[in-house]
């Protein structure tokens, strides 16, 4: 365990530093996750983790003496308020540790300190990598659509145009997409939408759209599943990496980040738009 000397001032993380090294065990933490499951003896803590009874009563101690998990009467272990509470933030540090890579060459943009702080709800993803993967991962998104279509991209794939506005017509989805002022349309948008029917859907409301000032962190997303995209250095979005799932708690960051950016935007100005 870390010390400091008597005549040492205490760091203002000293008490964080000793969390997190009582944390630095493999077999520490597997042992807080089968208890964040279920309560459990000793006894039966070893079986399950594959570990032998010295082990489990030295780790064991050291989690009780870090304030992590309690005993009962019964000798049955379970995990106290800060402990229940700190098991909460690993995903957070899990996510990044594995995607340390794709960070060292990625920002996060204007996402909010909120988000910045709930990383950890997007633990539970497939990384999918390549533009032909990724739009068809979209593609999927829109099809599977049966209640709303929500996106906020930097540029509009005129591949994706139809299947979305197809969506709208043959299910009734609401399809709401926010886009930058700078955003680039690619040529032959226009008559695309015209043959659509996009104005007479965003006349009938099913259709809206928003815009603000810059786009860097993008989602796509329906009501099961989404996706999220995080700029380069440069402040890009890349549009060739993805994080998809469509585990509960990956949806709702995606799903509230989509609409604290609908809440904070303007209207549409179709004169911002730059056809290439």
Known sequence: MPSHDADEPVSAYANTEKTFFELASEQR????????????????????????????????????????????????FSLTTFGNTIIKQIPTFNYLSKHKEYFSEHVLGELPIKFIMRLGALDQCEYVKGVVAILERWKDIYRNADEYIYEIVPQVPIDLIEPAIDRVKSKGVKYSYVLPRNVIIP???????????????MNKGAIERRMVDSVQVAVVLNEKHASVMFPTQKGETDMNMIFYSDDPIFHEWCLDYFRYRWYGSDIFDESHLKEI
Request: no cysteine; hydrophobic share 35%.
């Open 29 to 76: 933490l597997s042992i807080i996750f089968r208890i964040n499951e279920k309560k459990a003896k000793i006894s039966q803590l070893a079986k399950d983790l594959g570990i032998t009874m010295q082990e489990a009563h030295r780790n064991v101690n050291r989690l009780q003496d870090a304030g992590l998990i309690e005993k009962n009467p019964e000798g049955v």
């Open 187 to 201: 040529k032959g948008r226009k008559d695309l939408l015209k043959k659509l029917g996009h104005n007479e859907l």
